[in-house]
């Protein structure tokens, strides 16, 4: 469910929903907040209220959209807790996994995604501790490594490779007419 055009926040993003489902998405926000490292910044994102690295402080990205981390929507049957660190750090997939079973709680998971209908669905302890395990400079650093194994990269990477050899073999040239 796609907020309305006029919501521009996450707090008109929570008064636009139905009051069950705000109290459910607030207090999942509120949660979230409490445990974001510094250097990220709330706003909608995809017409979800997520937690992002902005343009302003890194704005090459490959969409020209900031980098999200951490995200939080109501859908039309189900709420979604978008937990991206999960999604590209296999010790923090399986420490979720672990997280709803030591909880006794079921674990809905989309590819990156945990879908729950209210806030006790969730084993939140070991989800703050996940969201506040990588920080704003570390999610940074990922970002760039899972973009140098895209085609996009690898050719950035050949072309910087060659401008460095070039570099290289310029400054041996130089060095050598030198003697």
Known sequence: MKP???????????????TDRAKTIATVRAHVNKHIPRGYEECLVWGTIGWTIPLSRYPDTHNQQPIC???????????????????????????????????????????????????EDLPLDAIGKLISAISSEQWIEMYEQSRLLTKAGQAKKARQSARSASKVAAKRAGTKRRR
């Open 4 to 18: 309305a055009s006029n919501v521009k926040t996450p707090a008109q993003y929570i008064a636009s929903l139905p």
């Open 69 to 119: 981390y951490v995200a939080v929507s109501s859908q039309k049957n189900y709420c979604s807790l978008y937990l991206m660190g999960a999604f590209w750090s296999e010790s923090q997939l399986e420490q979720l996994k672990a997280a709803f079973k030591a909880a006794g709680k079921k674990l809905d998971m989309g590819k990156c995604c945990v879908h729950f209908e209210s806030p």
